[in-house]
């Protein structure tokens, strides 16, 4: 089932291909945002930004399109190394436009069904033949870097420029994932990555994963080199980098189900390179030649077209012999034609003139255009500049979130040992409860038993103050003894103490405590 297809931007964005503000759609779920097509007319954001590079690179400036400008590159030599796409649709009708496919067991230079072979590190062209050659997502297949660039250098002209993509890795080096032996035979460096192609079904094998350092590989290799950045959606640490069993099984899943558009994850850089190779008396010859040549070539076509032309105009006279038949009728015939293509040419005068009051509005709102670009240009580099900003925003609320998070997990375990200990105290105070219906039933009979010990002690404290009483009585009645007594021994002249313990015992008599005891 075919998948819907979402824009990768809330902003429509030109196309400088068709030259129109389109959305660019990618399959939902996909993140290979360069690979996004035009709404409009079904080109790349790569090629997009391939174009935008041309028109940046060999005319000057960005105004217009591809579609609208390309007549001002046909005094240009270009070579394509793809013989078709959204670039190959519009460059093919230049007077000096050559492409090709790499094809397996076919000669460089050969022609399968109209499309030229050619090897990059073999090309057959000859030296300082190109103004421009253009390359997409074509280095990181080719066995031989060094020699590819070399070739490419040999047929561009001096002060030709060198065009081209690749999947791009600022946040890691170059580095070789396949090379081929002595023999021919493909030395697998690296778990084996392909990506998709148009001429070989299983995909092409990529010998190459680029890195930070590919302008200084092409330096090196006397080509000094621009990168040109039209799209940034992933952080450098963000780009699909296959480097470890991980990254290659999710890779191999992908690959598998055919959605490599959600395998890989790649910014659009689009890089130009400059020859600067000086011109030397040979090269100025063999390029004099090739231009003869071009130029034959040129005249060649030219012939062609307007003997084509001659022969359909032949064979418009022969009907209209045929149809009129005598001298007169065909004269008569032929001055009516030219009345016809008179009021034709005064017809398409007039629409030259309204297409030049069309142009000449067109100019004006083209500038008008050019400086709302421009501003529109300066809102972007703002908007990006606060995207920056909400992205640092985003990671350190990010990072607030996740010790939340931690702190959260913290309190969940805090109030479920909370809880815990508060099932045991509601245990306990349960157990208390018990304990204090026991206690109040204890003090319940204990008041019982306080109020009967206080009647007790009542009667107790009345049997006491009874026999207070007696004591007190007994006490007045021994002193009075004691003073009869007394005044008996005083008059008998015996010491009472002695009468006392010889006195006889009554047995029914309770002793009296005298005055001295307590």
């Not at 963000?238 to 999710?250: F, K, L, N």
Request: with cysteine; net charge negative.
């Amino acid at each position: 089932m075919k998948k819907r297809r979402v824009p990768i931007s809330t902003e429509t964005e030109k196309c400088f291909v068709c030259g129109r503000d389109a959305y660019f759609l990618l399959e939902e779920g996909a993140c290979l945002f360069r690979e996004a097509q035009c709404e409009h007319c079904g080109a790349g954001k790569r090629n997009s930004d391939v174009a935008r590079a041309v028109l940046r690179t060999c005319l000057g400036s960005e105004d217009g399109c591809l579609e609208t400008r390309r007549a001002e590159l046909a005094p240009l030599c270009l070579y394509n190394t793809q013989a078709f796409g959204a670039l190959h649709d519009h460059l093919h009708v230049l007077p000096d436009y050559v492409c090709s496919e790499y094809m397996d067991g076919v000669p460089p230079g050969e022609f399968v069904d109209g499309v030229r072979c050619e090897d990059l590190t073999r090309l057959t062209f000859d030296d300082d033949v190109f103004d421009l050659v253009i390359s997409e997502e074509v280095l990181e297949h080719v066995q031989d870097l060094d020699a590819a660039l070399r070739e490419v250098r040999r047929v561009s002209r001096p002060g030709g420029h060198f065009i081209f993509t690749v999947p791009f890795n600022e946040h890691h080096r170059t580095r070789k994932r396949a090379a081929l032996d002595e023999t021919g035979r493909v030395i697998e460096l690296l778990p084996p990555v392909h990506h998709g192609d148009a001429v070989r079904p299983e995909g092409a094998l990529v010998f190459t994963d680029f890195g930070r350092d590919l302008p200084d590989l092409l330096a090196a290799a006397q080509l000094p080199t621009e990168d040109l950045v039209f799209g940034s959606w992933h952080r450098p640490e963000e780009v699909t980098w296959i480097s470890d069993d991980v990254s290659y099984a999710a890779y191999r899943t992908h690959y598998e189900d055919g959605t490599l558009f959600s395998a890989f994850r790649h910014n659009s850089h689009v890089f130009v390179a400059c020859n600067g190779k000086p011109v030397t008396h040979g090269r100025a010859v063999r390029k004099k030649r090739t231009d003869w040549r071009r130029q034959l070539e040129a005249l060649h076509r030219k012939l062609l077209r307007q003997f084509e032309e001659n022969e359909t105009l032949h064979g418009k006279l022969r009907e209209l012999g045929e149809k009129y038949g005598t001298a007169s009728a065909y004269a008569h015939a032929l001055e009516e034609e030219r009345e016809r293509l008179v009021r034709h040419a005064d017809g398409l005068r007039r629409q030259v003139e309204l297409v030049d009051a069309d142009r000449k509005t067109l100019t004006g709102q083209l500038e008008e255009a050019g400086t709302y670009a421009k501003s529109l240009e300066a809102a972007r580099a703002d908007l990006a500049a606060q995207a920056g900003e909400l992205r640092k925003q985003l990671r350190a609320l990010e990072a607030d979130g996740d010790a939340l998070r931690r702190q959260f997990v913290e309190v969940e375990a805090y109030a479920k040992s909370v809880e815990a200990e508060r099932d045991d105290l509601a245990a306990q105070a349960g157990e208390l409860r018990k304990q204090l219906r026991a206690l109040e039933a204890d003090g319940d009979a204990l008041r019982r038993q306080f109020v009967e010990v206080e009647a007790y002690a009542k009667s107790v404290e009345a049997e006491r103050d009874g026999l207070i009483r007696q004591i007190e009585e007994a006490s007045s009645y021994a002193r009075s003894l004691e003073i009869e007594l007394g005044r008996q021994s005083a008059t008998a002249g015996v010491d009472p103490h002695l009468l006392q313990h010889d006195a006889p015992t009554d047995p029914d008599r309770r002793d009296v405590p005298t005055g001295d005891e307590p």
